[in-house]
């Protein structure tokens, strides 16, 4: 079973705001996802905004990333914009802000 489109675009957008590889946004994401109790799997729009929430800007100053606050709010916002399954993929004009 492949993940959820939601842990995908979130890995994707995370590989767009930072210096990190497919690998490295993937494994970040799967991370905070592990944190809050969940899987990437089935993980949904909703859940993934409060693991990250909960997690996510440690992940990121664990891994030495400049501005991880800055990185999570960005993230938050382009991935608050997301729709599952809309063609755009939904939250790229947040990440040019």
């Known amino acids: 079973?492949?993940?959820?489109?939601v842990f995908d675009r979130t890995c994707e957008l995370?590989?767009?705001?930072?210096?990190f590889d497919a690998l490295q946004a993937r494994g970040t994401v799967r991370?905070?996802?592990k944190a809050a109790d969940?899987?990437?799997?089935t993980i949904g729009k909703a859940e993934m905004l409060n693991a990250l929430r909960g997690?996510?800007?440690r992940e990121l100053a664990a891994r030495n990333v400049p501005n991880a606050a800055e990185v999570c709010r960005?993230?938050?916002?382009a991935l608050g914009?997301?729709?599952p399954g809309d063609p755009g993929?939904?939250?790229?004009?947040?990440l040019r802000g």
């Open 38 to 41: 969940l899987s990437a799997k």
């Open 74 to 77: 960005r993230l938050l916002d």
């Open 14 to 19: 995370l590989e767009q705001l930072t210096y």
């Open 1 to 5: 079973m492949a993940d959820s489109a």
């Open 81 to 83: 914009a997301f729709q």
């Open 31 to 33: 991370l905070a996802v």
């Open 89 to 94: 993929r939904g939250g790229a004009s947040a």
């Open 55 to 57: 997690s996510l800007e």
